[in-house]
């Protein structure tokens, strides 16, 4: 069992940055690849970044591409995401999860969730 804490969320202007972060703990938090989903408001959830146990290999939905970037602590059992030129879009409650598999750029699999971090970018 793994459990997930974001924090790091808030209120930001359009071109503005923000740092995500997510605590594990439970078991052994290097041995899950990880990542990073939002939803909107009258959307659904979607999968925005992940990477492997390791923290060498990552995988950005073209939303985020070049914005944002996904990364991971193991001694510290935290996985990071930091989010620079934000814009209204991004607006959104941002979960991070941990899969027990090395699946770092399926968003289906993912077996535990947190509670999810509020980002609202103002325009």
């Known amino acids: 069992q793994v459990q997930l804490v974001e924090s790091g969320g808030g209120l930001v202007q359009a071109g503005g940055s923000l740092r995500l972060s997510c605590a594990a703990s439970?078991?052994?938090?290097?041995?899950?690849?990880m990542g990073w989903f939002r939803q909107a408001p009258g959307k659904e959830r979607a999968f925005i970044a992940g990477i492997s146990w390791s923290g060498i290999n990552t995988y950005y939905a073209d939303s985020v591409e070049g914005r944002f970037t996904i990364s991971r602590d193991n001694a510290k059992n935290t996985v990071y995401l930091q989010m620079n030129s934000l814009k209204p879009e991004d607006t959104a409650l941002y979960y991070c999860?941990?899969?027990?598999?090395?699946?770092?750029?399926?968003?289906?699999?993912?077996?535990?969730w947190g509670q999810g971090t509020q980002v609202t970018v103002s325009s």
């Open positions: 439970g078991r052994t938090f290097s041995v899950y690849a």
């Open positions: 999860a941990a899969r027990k598999d090395s699946s770092y750029r399926t968003a289906f699999g993912f077996d535990y």
